[in-house]
């Protein structure tokens, strides 16, 4: 059995970074075949393979992994910002940590903002409590 050849649709940045690697594992919900990237081509080969179909063909365990690698080119494709990290590539990943760097420091400029309207609000609520107490020591410190 010479393995499946996965024809993946992103060319850029490589197939290993937008390959949802994180279900190659063992576990739950991991991909029932493993994947060989030695090559020029990479090939997926059942878990179940045994390697030893006719030439030039695929033996009865490799023949069900073309659909769902046809499905998992669909998923990959349009992902939706909800999916759990281990269904995602590293490139998707790399892309969420970026995204949510820039609404972390958008929130950084808005609480600082935030803080100086307050803290002139601040200063402005104790000059009319010292303008309405004629306190001049206490106007002349605040000015």
Known sequence: CHGVTIYWPVREPSFVETF??????????????????RGAIS?????????NA????????????????????????????????????????????????????CLKLQHERVTHVLTRLDDYQSLIIAL???DIPRIKHIL
């Open 20 to 37: 949802p690697v994180g279900r190659a594992s063992d576990g739950p919900g991991t991909l029932p075949f493993d994947i060989d990237t």
């Open 43 to 51: 090939c997926a080969y059942s878990k179940y393979c045994e390697r």
């Open 54 to 105: 006719t030439p030039g063909s695929l033996c009865t365990e490799c023949v069900g992994i073309v659909s769902f690698l046809e499905h998992l080119v669909l998923v990959t494709q349009d992902i939706k910002l909800c999916t759990h990290y281990r269904y995602r590539n590293h490139f998707d990943m790399v892309q969420v940590v970026r995204r949510c760097a820039e609404d972390v420091n």
């Open 132 to 134: 309405s107490e004629n």
